[in-house]
């Protein structure tokens, strides 16, 4: 069974950083894809971020371009997801997300499985 634990998430001020973590368990990590998605008090869940099995490709929600990077550790089966120049409107639970087929998905329908999720919280 696959599962997939968050961790990173906190309370930070305008303009700080946090790192997210997200440590899989199971054997589809290296061969699939891996997102990050966010979901804030009566909004849908969007996408943040994107990586393929290698770590040669990234894609990211324009929101976040330039301030956030996603990486990924296939040795240690965990996708990172750093987060600099943090704004209230950043605010939310941040999921991570495995998706077994090929190539980037940017909606949670195309993601297999998903974490639990961390709260992060930007105070302004």
């Known amino acids: 069974q696959v599962q997939l634990v968050e961790s990173g998430g906190g309370l930070v001020q305008d303009a700080g950083s946090l790192r997210l973590s997200c440590a899989t368990s199971g054997p589809p990590f290296s061969t699939s894809t891996m997102g990050w998605f966010r979901q804030a008090p009566g909004k849908e869940r969007e996408f943040v971020a994107a990586?393929?099995?290698?770590?040669?490709?990234?894609y990211y929600a324009n929101s976040v371009k330039g301030r956030f990077t996603i990486s990924r550790d296939n040795a240690k089966n965990t996708v990172y997801l750093q987060m600099n120049s943090l704004q209230p409107e950043d605010t939310a639970v941040y999921y991570c997300?495995?998706?077994?087929?090929?190539?980037?998905?940017?909606?949670?329908?195309?993601?297999?499985?998903w974490g639990q999720g961390t709260q992060v919280t930007v105070s302004s």
């Open positions: 997300a495995l998706r077994l087929r090929g190539g980037v998905g940017y909606q949670p329908y195309e993601y297999n499985y």
């Open positions: 990586i393929n099995w290698s770590g040669g490709s990234t």
